[in-house]
């Protein structure tokens, strides 16, 4: 193809210059002289002044066309560079796009052959317009890069989840206080009990001498401190004292007296029962108890209750 473009223009040029070339004027001989007749010197000078008019009038067109060929040639050499360059282009021309990028990817670049290179989208086209800060958060905006934060006294118990706070996040150096981890309640006691006096020998029913009630803020255990003191007349004679969670019966129980001898001697015994009594959350009554005991049974016997004192514990240490 190439050379077929370059054929075309010497064509052209050759036709150009022969054109020219039939432009030039033909000489005209004024005089014309026959054989035998004297030549006139001036008749002779004419015609040799049209012979060279004529040929001056060529030398001149000659040069204009010489200065033509010239620039032509420079004008070919300038259309065969750029043939050259477009015969290059058209070698290397790019080929249709044939590929495309899949969803929330972008074409990067499109090779000679067509073929497409993707690469992540930087804009995979969401609608967010705006980003606005909600309670406890500080930040946001609507336009460019936008930040979110957590405002200065942003969290309270409405951004914590239930339950979500362990022994691992709260620092020993916090020193929170007792009533805070367990709640309001933690400590109760009843100090007016009621005396039981003259419990004479075969009444065997389980006595209740008070009560007293804790609100657990959780299920945990609750350490009952049952305390004062008996009066026995006379020896033999043996009861048991303790507390439950039941007025009828006992969840613990010590017993205490003299099994043997005779005496009918007064004496005084004081006296602690201990109970720890698993709980659930809420309110748990517990009471003083005392039953005499159906074997060492002997003599009467007065009973001075002095505290029931109930302590809740949210777990085992």
């Known amino acids: 193809m190439t050379t077929q473009i370059r054929l075309f223009l010497i064509v052209s040029l050759v036709v150009s210059l022969a054109v020219s070339n039939a432009g030039a004027d033909s000489v005209s001989i004024p005089n014309t002289f026959v054989a035998g007749d004297p030549a006139v010197a001036n008749e002779v000078n004419q015609n040799f002044s049209a012979v060279a008019g004529a040929v001056n009038d060529n030398d001149t067109r000659i040069t204009a066309n ?4 010239a620039n032509n040639s420079a004008v070919i050499s300038e259309h065969d560079e750029r043939i050259t360059e477009n015969a290059n282009g058209i070698i290397i021309k790019q080929n249709r796009v044939n590929g495309t990028c899949p969803e929330t990817q972008s074409i990067r670049a499109i ?5 497409v290179i993707c690469e992540p989208d930087d804009d995979s086209g969401g609608d967010i317009t705006a980003v606005t800060a909600a309670a406890g958060l500080s930040g946001g905006g609507t ?7 957590i405002a200065d006294g942003g969290v309270d118990s409405l951004q914590i989840a239930d339950g979500s706070i362990t022994d691992a996040d709260i620092n020993v150096a916090a020193a929170i206080a ?4 367990v709640g309001d309640v933690g400590f109760n006691f009843s100090a007016n009990l009621t005396d039981l006096e003259n419990i004479q020998p ?6 209740n001498m008070g009560d007293v009630t ?5 299920a945990g255990f609750v350490l009952v401190i049952h305390t004062g003191f008996i009066v026995f007349f006379g020896d ?3 009861i048991d004292v303790g507390s439950g969670t039941s007025p009828t019966a006992f969840t613990d129980s010590i017993q205490l007296g ?3 001898g005779e005496s009918t001697n007064r004496f005084e015994i004081p006296y602690a029962s201990v109970s720890v009594i698993d709980v659930d959350a809420g309110d748990n009554t517990f009471h003083a108890l005392a039953q005499r005991n159906e074997v060492f049974d002997d003599n009467e016997v007065n009973i001075v209750p002095q505290n029931l004192v109930a302590i809740f514990i949210a777990k085992r240490y």
């Open 236 to 238: 033999a004679t043996e």
């Open 111 to 115: 090779a000679a052959d067509g073929n």
């Open 258 to 260: 003299r099994l043997d």
């Open 66 to 69: 010489t200065a033509a060929i």
């Open 202 to 207: 075969g009444d065997l029913a389980i006595k």
């Open 178 to 181: 007792v009533s805070k981890l």
């Open 143 to 149: 336009a460019g890069d936008v930040t979110l934060g």
């Open 214 to 218: 804790i609100t657990a803020p959780t």
